[in-house]
């Protein structure tokens, strides 16, 4: 037929596929995109040989990266291609800009040996990213569950993994034994990102501050900044060994809620159940118009 009748359902899914995008939803994105940039410009500085600058442009892509699901959040902006962007993003920033990094400053002086380690680590991070995505629509996991990660997340192992050079600009020396102990640190961390291990996520830490704590944080805050920006190698350090130190500790809170669940669940049934968790309570106490954390995952893998 020259001219075929007109369908009314495929001009209205032509509408709706051409229809205005809100201006909330990407600034997310921009922030997302934000990140990737420094994550990029991080390793053409790695490259060039300017690792103080290439390490800065790293915590500045994690610094980002936990921010842009919070304002999505916030502002009602979420959406699954910023989810998707955030994936890739953080893919880059934290397994393949990391392990580059890593390589330009010591594991190049093994060869063959340093490559795989740094390669290593990037597959795990990538692998780590797709296993999160995947369980976030697991309709099986207990509420207390999101209280935490399943293995180190990408930014956390991103900022950990880069611990021998902190040390490095800190006086020790980089000789063959430093690389080799490098290049086991950096397959060690790999490993815990793609591991079973339970790790504290404060994804469900309160959105709302007692009047008397606004000051408090501020100073708080402010004194981090400053001494961040003062003494970078020694908070980088200092923060990565306790939070190596704190790993055992989210496995034992784990374990814990996991031996509530299971005597829950062998209750007799005329017995009084347990107050309800602390995510459903924060649920039940939520205004009506508040949008929940559900909407999009948040996205510090």
């Not at 404060?202 to 805050?221: A, D, H, S």
Request: with cysteine; glycine share 8%; charged share 15%.
């Amino acid at each position: 037929m020259l001219f075929p009748p007109l369908d009314p359902t495929r001009s209205e899914l032509r509408r709706r596929r051409f229809r205005e995008i809100p201006v909330r939803t990407l600034v997310p994105n921009f922030i997302t995109l934000l990140a990737l940039c420094a994550g990029l410009t991080g390793l053409r500085l790695a490259i060039e040989g300017r690792l103080e600058w290439a390490l800065a442009a790293i915590v500045f892509a994690a610094a980002l990266d936990g921010i842009d699901g919070r304002v999505a959040r916030l502002i009602k902006g979420q959406s699954r291609f910023g989810a998707e962007l955030d994936s890739l993003a953080d893919f880059v920033n934290f397994g393949v800009a990391p392990g580059l990094i890593l390589y330009f400053w010591g594991l190049h002086e093994l060869g063959n040996v340093g490559w795989i380690a740094a390669m290593v680590f990037a597959i795990c991070a990538g692998l780590r990213l797709a296993r999160f995505n995947v369980a976030i629509d697991d309709p099986n996991r207990p509420p207390w569950a999101g209280k935490f990660f399943t293995g180190v997340p990408a930014p956390a192992g991103a900022i950990t993994v880069l611990l021998p050079i902190y040390l490095y600009f800190l006086g020790v020396p980089r000789n063959g034994f430093v690389v080799l102990l490098a290049l086991v640190y950096t397959l060690a961390i790999a490993v815990l990102m793609v591991s079973r291990l339970p790790v504290f996520s404060g994804k469900q830490m309160g959105t709302r501050v007692r009047p008397e704590m606004v000051l408090p944080i501020f100073v708080v805050v402010v004194l981090f900044v400053a001494v961040l920006l003062s003494y970078p190698w020694h908070l980088l350090t200092v923060g990565t060994l306790c939070y190596l130190v704190a790993l055992p500790f989210g496995w034992l809170s784990y374990r814990g809620y996991e031996r509530q669940a299971a005597s829950a669940a062998t209750r007799p049934p005329g017995e009084a159940p347990a107050p309800a968790a602390e995510p459903e309570r924060e649920a039940q106490a939520r205004p009506p118009g508040e949008a929940g954390d559900s909407e999009r995952p948040a996205r510090l893998n």
